[in-house]
């Protein structure tokens, strides 16, 4: 710190104490370095001093662990960074100043001598001791290990330990209270069944039904399978042979009474026929006679044989019963076209080709046909409005981005477009100005197209229309006209960034040197390549379904000269064609007929003010939408084609 020594009175002595000593004279002081401390002086009348250390270098220090020891007992650490790890249940950390170890509270665990164990301890080890000579009086406990033994019908045998093994599905435990528990797995029968038929047999653990046949299995409380035939279908039939004729029907097969013979059903809707004679309670000596087309017999007992399906027996009241079993019609049915024919059991019908099936009531195949235009039409990459409309391309028409013109159109089919397109008329603007020697003068100008599709709402909001999708396109022109150190060489270049079939970022670039002039002159007889009709190709990535729609048209402009204020007369100027109709401002019965009326929808566009660049998210109330004379409309394309 500097060192200001006091003035010295008119005896011109200086007094400087330091420590216990006392220094007056009227010489020098001089304060000499020691102990890392230098000193020297600024300006001529202040004492400095510097303090230097010498570098913290590694001191080791050496620690040991005296007793409860784990791992290493001694070691040798650097003191300028000692690490401590906590081990077992003992935690470690840092808190004010010192170093914080905590163990956990041991408490006192007492094992208690009972039921003749005794404990204690040998040093760190706890000892139990069991008396040879106890015995309870309410338990049998041996004194000394006898030879038990276990026996079955097999034999006996002597053991101390008895050992349980695992075996025939029998799995062996304990539980609490020493006892044992057995614990038998779940087989299969040894006896392993088996299915047969005429085709064969095999074996089976589970025994699978297969529906076919128009039967279908099932099963019912108790273990019970069922079988329930299904009734044959339109097309199908019953074949009932009897004698040497067959019967196929696709309705119902009439059972005749007649020959002593009444036939029924079981019950009403009944799936069992029954039969009954009134023949003789007693056979008599006469012979009974039984006859069919080929031939008759005599008969004491007349015996049914199951035969083509038809089972027989009898019931109570000496009733014979018969049964039909239901099978699939011999005769196949066949589909065939121009491509060929096939068989089928069950006929699928395929949607497709905008066609549907579906069944309904009485068997009956419906088909219904997606109607043209519905969300079921195919999709079309090409839409154009007006369709076939008169193309009046005299008449075109330019706006600003305050005002957008909305016009209404109906799409009839989905459309998936990559970009829309209009005719429009384009032009540039020419100027001539003086100019010195080794000066650029530049326009830069950027126009944004913008397209809106809005949906017309419906019930209540059908005078409002609200924005669904927007795109735009920006294209830029720059001119430079530069003068280079004489007056009349110069050079006029004109660059271009366009859209043109959704690609929205092609150059182009055009220049000409004028005739040597001090007046520079900016033509636009080199730009026959963007002037007159052309197509203004506006990205339009989008799938639209059928719909009422509305189409928004906006466009804004942003220029920047540099140099001469007259480069702003070579401005690029963009026109819209549109198709005029009758030149009338029509408005409803009872108002007044102004150029203002209200447009009427679906008959040319109007004008809606705005001042919002490119697009509304709000609700435009048609109200306000205003008419234009010759209720002008401007055609389009929605196009995905190169």
């Known amino acids: ?85 906590a081990l077992g249940a003992a935690t470690m950390g840092y808190s004010n100043g010192s170093i914080q170890m ?18 204690g301890t040998n040093g760190s080890t706890v000892t139990a001791t069991v008396a040879t000579n106890y015995q309870s009086s309410n338990a049998n406990y041996l004194t000394s290990q006898s030879n038990q033994a276990a026996s079955n019908s097999a034999g006996s045998f002597t ?8 075996a025939n599905n029998v799995t062996f435990g304990t539980s609490a209270g020493g006892i044992i528990t057995a614990s038998v797995a779940a087989t299969v029968a040894s006896n392993t069944p088996a299915v047969s038929n005429s085709a064969g047999s095999f074996t089976f653990s589970t025994l699978n039904f297969s529906n076919a046949n128009n039967v279908t299995f099932g099963t019912s409380a108790g273990g019970i399978v069922t079988a329930s035939v299904a009734a044959p279908g339109a097309g199908g039939g019953i074949g009932i042979a009897a004698g040497t004729r067959t019967a196929t029907t696709a309705g119902s097969l009439l059972f005749d009474t007649g020959n002593g013979i009444t036939f029924g059903l079981n019950a009403v809707g009944g799936s069992i026929m029954t039969a009954s004679h009134n023949g003789l309670t007693q056979q008599s000596t006469q012979p009974v006679n039984a006859s069919a087309s080929n031939g008759s017999f005599n008969f004491s007992t007349l015996a049914f044989s199951n035969a083509n399906n038809v089972t027989f027996g009898t019931s109570a009241g000496s009733i014979i019963t018969a049964s039909v079993a239901a099978t699939v019609a011999s005769n196949t049915p066949a589909v065939s076209n121009s491509a060929g024919s096939f068989t089928f059991s069950t006929l699928n ?81 020419s100027t001539t100005f003086a100019s010195g020697a080794n000066t650029t003068h530049s326009l830069r100008q950027t126009n944004t197209y913008y397209a809106i599709i809005y949906s017309q709402g419906v019930g209540a909001s059908a005078s409002s229309i609200q924005s669904v999708y927007s795109s735009s396109l920006s294209d830029v022109m720059q001119i430079d006209a530069r003068v280079g150190a004489a007056s009349n060489n110069q050079t006029v270049s004109h660059f271009f960034t366009f859209g043109a079939t959704g690609n929205s970022s092609i150059g182009f670039t055009t220049g000409y040197s004028p005739a040597a002039s001090s007046i520079v002159r900016v033509s636009t007889t080199h730009l026959t390549a963007f002037t007159g009709a052309r197509f203004l190709d506006i990205p339009f990535a989008t799938l639209l379904a059928p719909g009422n729609y509305w189409l928004g048209i906006q466009v ?30 029509i408005n409803e019965m009872g108002a007044n007929t102004t150029a203002g009326s209200n447009m009427w929808q679906g008959f040319g566009h109007g004008n809606w003010t705005t001042n919002t660049s490119g697009r509304t998210t709000a609700s435009i109330n048609l109200a306000q939408v205003s008419t234009v004379a010759n209720q002008p409309i401007f055609p389009f394309e929605f196009r995905r084609q190169a």
């Open 556 to 585: 804004s402009s942003a220029t920047a000269v540099s140099g001469t204020a007259a480069m702003n007369q070579g401005t690029q100027k963009v026109s819209y064609y549109n198709i005029t109709q009758v030149s009338a401002n």
């Open 102 to 119: 905590s163990v956990p509270v041991q408490t006192q665990f007492v094992l208690s001598n009972s039921n003749g164990v005794s404990f």
């Open 1 to 85: 710190m500097p060192y200001y020594a006091p003035a010295g009175g008119a005896d011109g002595f200086n007094n400087v104490a330091a420590g216990t000593q006392t220094a007056n004279t009227t010489g020098t002081v001089v304060f000499s370095n020691s102990n890392n401390v230098s000193f020297g002086m600024s300006n001529n009348s202040l004492v400095t001093a510097s303090a230097s250390y010498p570098s913290q270098t590694n001191q080791n220090n050496s620690l040991f662990a005296l007793g409860n020891t784990t791992q290493n007992s001694s070691t040798v650490l650097n003191a300028s960074a000692l690490s401590f790890n």
């Open 349 to 429: 019908f395929s949607n497709a080709n905008n066609v549907t099936f579906g069944t309904s009531a009485g068997g009956i195949v419906t088909a219904s046909v997606a109607a043209p235009g519905g969300g079921g039409a195919a999709t079309l990459s090409y839409f154009r409005y007006p369709n076939n409309a008169p193309f009046n391309a005299s008449s075109s028409q330019s706006f600003g981005i305050s005002t957008m013109a909305i016009q209404p159109f109906q799409l009839p089919f989905n459309v998936s477009a990559s970009y829309m397109r209009q005719p429009v008329s384009v032009g540039f603007g």
């Open 159 to 166: 053991f101390q330990t008895l050992n349980f093994s695992n």
